[in-house]
């Protein structure tokens, strides 16, 4: 079965890890046949980690597992810590695979989002 691991950096602020954990409650009723298991993650700074997620979607029934970094660009944390704490949650549970997908880069979804937000401070009286 498959699992997402939905991954943000983490933040000692309650409500921005919150929107993370909301964001995968959204992702996973979306996508749900798609994706059958959710999990939120934050990089560090906040539970639950990487490896918690991970042991989460196994105890689920998950043995390929996908870490989604919740991120634009392909910064350090991409290239080298998310794929280092997944291959470190990965290794206790041998039965499973895990790939590390892109971050969310440059998109016509993204461009469409930045559009909405502007408009937004100009319908506000800006």
Not at 29 to 38: A, D, K, L, S
Request: aromatic share 6%.
């Amino acid at each position: 079965m498959l699992g997402v691991i939905l991954v943000d950096h983490g933040s000692k602020l309650a409500a921005s890890n919150e929107l993370l954990e909301e964001t995968a409650r959204q992702f996973a009723g979306r996508y749900g046949q798609q994706f059958p298991i959710v999990e939120p993650a934050h990089m560090e700074l906040a539970e639950p980690s990487i490896a918690t997620a991970y042991a989460r979607c196994v105890a689920r029934g998950a043995d390929r597992i996908i870490v989604l970094p919740f991120f634009l660009g392909p910064g350090r944390h991409w290239t080298s810590d998310i794929p280092r704490l997944a291959a470190a949650a990965a290794t206790q549970h041998p039965h499973t695979r895990h790939a590390v997908a892109p971050p969310l880069g440059v998109d016509d979804l993204i461009l469409e989002l930045l559009a909405r937000r502007a408009a937004e401070c100009l319908d506000g009286g800006f």
